[in-house]
């Protein structure tokens, strides 16, 4: 059974960083993309990966501040999150697309897969 596995949530102070990890064995074909829901809000994009040509999407609230990479040698996508904001407090989800065709990145039901979530919490 093929899934995902997000780790490296936590608790950090605003201006702080975490780097967030989803191991996908079994998805190296596949674009793999971050997702995050606070609550009473709706789930909404981050940042995305392409399986081969590696380009990188990122939400508008994040540019600058952090970079999806990917480790075909480990099958994990990492999400470093620098300058950190109480407003950036969710749970984070990694979701993987196996699909070919049009790639609407930030789309979340262009994803078939999903994690369970890692929660991440900012304080100020």
């Known amino acids: 059974q093929v899934q995902l596995a997000e780790s490296g949530g936590g608790s950090v102070q605003a201006g702080g960083s975490l780097r967030l990890s989803c191991a996908a064995p079994?998805?190296?074909?596949?674009?793999i993309g971050w997702f995050r829901q606070a609550p009473g809000k709706e789930r909404e994009f981050v940042a995305s990966?392409?399986?081969?040509?590696?380009?990188?999407f990122y939400a508008d609230t994040v540019k600058g501040r952090f970079s999806i990479t990917r480790d075909y040698a480990r099958n994990t996508v990492y999400l470093q999150m620098d300058s950190l904001k109480p407003e950036d407090t969710a749970v984070y989800y990694c979701?993987?697309?196996?699909?070919?065709?049009?790639?609407?990145?930030?789309?979340?039901?262009?994803?078939?897969?999903w994690g369970q979530g890692t929660q991440v919490t900012v304080s100020s």
């Open positions: 990966i392409t399986s081969r040509s590696g380009s990188t």
């Open positions: 079994g998805f190296s074909n596949a674009a």
């Open positions: 979701a993987a697309d196996l699909s070919s065709g049009e790639f609407y990145y930030d789309r979340k039901d262009q994803y078939d897969y």
